[in-house]
């Protein structure tokens, strides 16, 4: 294939990669270094600018736009807006009525480069338009609190429609919200393929986020919900191909309206000989740890309550946070502040940013209390290095660890997270054989090198034929 370009494909990433670490950015990370062949660009869209890199950007990054969603300074003005508001107005009024959107016309409406924030205001139709909807849907509540939120929502999806796209042969987005919007916007304008693949659901994780939110008043809470909802539908049906980490996530994507033929299950995969650690005991103590970052989503505190729990019976234990504390500073000082408060700090370490393979080497349990996760690489990696797992009940955490209620428990409750904690430190024969089995089940179902072959493949089916045919970095 001497002479032919690589494939060069589009990663578009909503809040995450390369700013953020965490089990996507890693998952991101892993998929380039992994496929070396490929060239990658990254049109990621965060909530400010100038976010400070996490990670370095591999050799086969080529391209890095970044678009700050709630800036609209960058976008200039045309003339003729009265069609573009006119058509945005009449795919919103389908689209609220359930109806098919003219995707091409939709996108169409909002030409790269070009805002039309203020268009939108100034027309009188827009205006009734709103009116309209307020009165319908938010009688009770003052029109301005209704205008504005309706203005914040659209004003996010005008900066994804007018932001403009790397070139690149394949679109693929990690998400759907604006992530997916901009991805669907670009196969349109660019006429190639778009591949969508969730960790989590998006459109489900905004939803609660929005129903927690005491500032967001009334039908306010359905618009946000509905915003998100269809653009995650618009994604499912538009895109060539939707992958999922899990089959009930999967489920979740056919119930929106992704084709089954368009759908395909491709679970995480890890470096299974980088976690294969040599272990052995370091102290008389029993190890604890939590691998991830001090963020709220993680619920640390829930990690400390259960740690207080343990302690009142297990006086030997020790526990180990592993991972960055300044992504939220102030809750990481609550964590620590709470430790203390609760007098166990001194058998509470808070380690930061470390290689976790050290760690690996001599804990007897890895803890999850997240409140939302998808397929925790995390878990992957403890069954890797032999260790046994406790976790709340999120993602497909009940099929990794195949059901077992004894180390499964209900989000937010320490004492269930304590009693499984217990349970592996009482029953140390069992757990060396469950952690055989799990170490098989993780060889057997979930290497890294199946997972990069699959998007190998997968980009060589929807690469154009002038281009490169590329695989994995080791060539397996």
Aim: aromatic fraction near 10%; glycine fraction near 8%.
């Amino acid at each position: 294939m001497e002479g032919l370009k690589p494939v060069r494909v589009c990663l578009v990433i909503e809040g995450s990669y390369p700013f953020i670490t965490g089990g996507v950015s890693a998952w991101v990370h892993e998929l380039i270094g992994g496929l070396p062949q490929i060239e990658f660009a990254l049109y990621t869209f965060s909530p400010e600018a100038d976010q400070e890199l996490r990670y370095v950007l591999p050799p086969n990054v080529v391209e890095h736009r970044d678009v700050v969603l709630t800036s609209t300074a960058a976008s200039k003005r045309r003339r003729g807006r009265s069609a573009s508001v006119g058509d945005i107005l009449n795919a919103h009024l389908r689209m609220i009525s359930g109806g098919s959107v003219d995707i091409a016309s939709f996108i169409g409406a909002v030409p790269e480069g070009v805002g039309i924030h203020r268009d939108a205001i100034l027309d009188t139709r827009a205006w009734r338009f709103v009116g309209e909807r307020n009165r319908i849907h938010n009688p009770l509540y003052p029109f301005a609190d209704y205008f504005w939120a309706w203005k914040s929502a659209h004003d996010l999806v005008f900066n994804v429609l007018a932001s403009q796209a790397p070139k690149a042969d394949i679109y693929h987005s990690l998400s759907t919200g604006f992530a997916g919007l901009g991805a669907l916007a670009a196969k349109v304008r660019r006429g190639a393929p778009f591949v969508l693949t969730e960790h989590g659901l998006y459109h489900k994780e905004r939803e609660i986020e929005i129903r927690k939110a005491t500032f967001v008043k009334g039908y306010q809470r359905d618009m946000w919900t509905r915003l998100y909802n269809r653009i995650a539908e618009l994604c499912y049906r538009s895109a060539d191909l939707c992958t999922s980490l899990f089959e009930d996530n999967r489920g979740h994507q056919l119930a929106l309206g992704a084709p089954r033929e368009r759908t395909v299950v491709i679970p995480n995969g890890i470096d299974i000989e980088r976690y294969s650690v040599l272990r052995m005991k370091r102290d008389a103590y029993f190890n604890v740890g939590f691998v991830g970052r001090i963020v709220p989503i993680k619920d640390v505190r829930t990690f400390l309550v259960a740690a207080k729990l343990v302690l009142e019976t297990e006086e030997g234990a020790r526990f180990h946070l592993i991972g960055p504390d300044d992504e939220d500073k102030n809750y990481a000082a609550e964590c620590r502040r709470l430790a203390a408060d609760l007098k166990i700090d001194d058998r509470v370490d808070f380690v930061g940013r470390h290689d976790v393979r050290e760690y690996y080497r001599f804990l007897d349990v890895v803890v999850l209390t997240s409140v939302r996760e998808a397929q925790p690489l995390v878990i992957l990696e403890a069954y890797a290095a032999g260790i046994p797992v406790v976790s709340t009940d999120v993602g497909n955490v009940s099929e990794l660890l195949e059901g077992d209620r004894r180390f499964i428990a209900p989000v937010k409750d320490a004492a269930a997270i304590a009693a499984g904690i217990v349970y592996v430190a009482r029953h140390e024969d069992e757990m060396r054989s469950l952690a055989l089995r799990n170490r098989a089940r993780v060889l057997a179902s979930y290497d890294k090198k199946e997972l990069l072959l699959r998007y190998a493949e997968l980009y060589g089916r929807f690469a154009p034929p002038e281009r490169a045919a590329a695989g994995p970095a080791d060539g397996s």
